[in-house]
């Protein structure tokens, strides 16, 4: 049985920094992922990272803010957020692939997601 933890998350303020975790178990996973969705908006990639954890990608908007990491002896996926702004609020899920190897950033590529976790930043 496929099990993903997300652990992390909360309340800051704008410059602050979170760190969001993942922990996935009952199979072995390829490409992972953290997607958000902000209320009224579609849920969007954040960032995504291969099995190697060698290939990145990351949305425009977090760019040299966020970093993504995984530990494959754990299975684990990590974001780090730093200099979070009000318009990083949201929540955010992580997410798990069984089949695709790149950093792919398509939804509907990933089989397994999170529960979701807050993340709200005021000014």
């Known amino acids: 049985q496929v099990q993903l933890v997300q652990s992390g998350g909360g309340s800051v303020q704008a410059g602050d920094s979170l760190r969001l975790s993942c922990a996935a178990s009952?199979?072995?996973?390829?490409?992972m992922a953290w997607f958000r969705q902000a209320p009224g908006k579609e849920r969007a990639i954040v960032a995504a990272?291969?099995?190697?954890?060698?290939?990145?990608y990351y949305a425009d908007s977090v760019k040299g803010r966020f970093t993504i990491s995984r530990d494959n002896a754990k299975n684990t996926v990590n974001l780090q957020m730093n200099s979070l702004t009000p318009e990083d609020t949201a929540i955010y899920y992580c997410?798990?692939?069984?089949?695709?190897?790149?950093?792919?950033?398509?939804?509907?590529?990933?089989?397994?997601w999170g529960q979701g976790t807050q993340v709200t930043v005021s000014s």
């Open positions: 997410a798990v692939s069984t089949t695709f190897a790149g950093a792919t950033i398509t939804t509907g590529r990933y089989d397994y």
């Open positions: 009952g199979r072995t996973f390829t490409a």
């Open positions: 990272i291969s099995p190697s954890g060698y290939s990145t």
